[in-house]
């Protein structure tokens, strides 16, 4: 991508974050009941969404050519493993980088 | 009146301080690294102000030219925006030209503040909740911006920290299921991705699988619905 191509998605990017954030305020007016599916929408989306944003990160990662995911896959048991013991969300997002960026580094090169 | 706003805002904000911090040095960094300008994330930062979207906009840039996709992704990954403002249609009303930025700062960190903490006696909800948004957007902006300046000074191995984004989801995501009683939803979105990864390949599974997840939903909403709701 050129400049002008990167401050085009940028451009994009901002506005579909604006839109998501104003449309409510345009589409329900104070006071009117939110339909039904927009509301279940609202519980079930979020969970799947992140479920996605994971698969997005690991797309390039393949099973059947060396490292075989392996780098990957004990960065997030660490990540998995910290955020269930300590609860610290910074702490776990940073243990696993750090223990990532060392295992792409120095083990699996 | 101002000041009382401030002061009552600021305590709140400190925790988000400390992570916008965190995180936004770490995608200053990142996109740096991957070779953008250094003036980059100051720009991301004050025109998007929405975290996970701009650790995705690394990828974006990184991968080929397609607004298409960009705009639907965007939609998709901050959807859950739109259940932030329909939380706060009632306290948002009346606030006047404020509301504008108040709306444009919605973030995740903003609106657990913004909902969940009442201001004090004798201070202006409205201020209240300015100050917060506008205390949150400064510590993001000033994050991406000294990482962007560190990213491009410094020149040390930055091989695989692009993980930051995907430890930062995998929490995300972990938070989601212990919070939740039932995982259908969140296991859809692991496994109809993962499907359609296979069938079409990285470069071209996002709008199929994020299509199939609405699909998905859509169709199990009866039996979700009773669920979800005790």
Avoid at chain 1, 22 to 43: D, E, H, Q, S, V
Avoid at chain 1, 56 to 81: D, N, Q, R, T
Avoid at chain 2, 61 to 74: H, K, R
Avoid at chain 2, 84 to 94: F, H, T
């Amino acid at each position: 991508m050129n400049m002008t191509q990167q401050l085009l998605t940028i451009a994009v990017v901002s506005l579909g974050t604006i839109l998501t954030r104003f449309l409510p305020f345009l589409l329900f007016p104070a006071g009117k009941p939110t339909p039904k599916y927009i509301r279940y929408l609202g519980k079930v989306l979020p969970s799947a969404v992140f479920g996605l944003l994971v698969v997005y990160c690991l797309k390039h990662v393949s099973l059947v050519a060396a490292p075989f995911g392996l780098p990957e896959a004990i960065a997030l048991v660490v990540v998995i493993g910290l955020h269930l013991w300590k609860k610290q969300m910074l702490l776990s997002i940073a243990g696993g980088t750090v223990v990532y960026m060392l295992l792409v580094q120095l083990v699996f090169m | 009146m101002k000041r009382k706003a401030l002061r009552a805002a600021l305590p709140h904000t400190i925790p988000v301080f400390t992570g916008y911090l965190v995180l936004g040095i770490s995608y200053g960094v990142l996109i740096t690294a991957k070779g953008a300008p250094f003036w980059m994330p100051m720009l991301t930062s004050l025109s998007i102000f929405a975290g996970s979207m701009e650790f995705v906009l690394v990828n974006l840039l990184l991968s080929g030219f397609d607004l298409l996709q960009a705009f639907l992704m965007t939609l998709m990954i901050n959807a859950r925006h739109l259940f932030y403002g329909i939380s706060m249609l009632d306290r948002y009303r009346g606030l006047g030209l404020k509301k504008l930025y108040l709306i444009y700062g919605l973030t995740d960190e903003t609106f657990s503040i913004v909902c969940a903490m009442e201001p004090p006696e004798g201070v202006d909800r409205g201020l209240f909740s300015l100050f917060v948004t506008l205390l949150d957007h400064s510590y993001w902006v000033l994050g991406c911006t000294l990482g962007g300046i560190f990213g491009s000074m410094l020149s040390f191995d930055t091989r695989g920290l692009e993980f930051v984004m995907t430890a930062m989801f995998a929490v995300i995501f972990l938070e989601n299921w212990q919070k939740e009683k039932q995982h259908l939803p969140a296991i859809i979105g692991v496994v109809l991705p993962i499907v359609c990864l296979l069938i079409f390949g990285a470069d071209s599974f996002m709008i199929p699988a994020m299509l199939s997840i609405l699909a998905a939903l859509t169709l199990l909403r009866k039996p979700l619905e009773q669920e979800v709701q005790p």
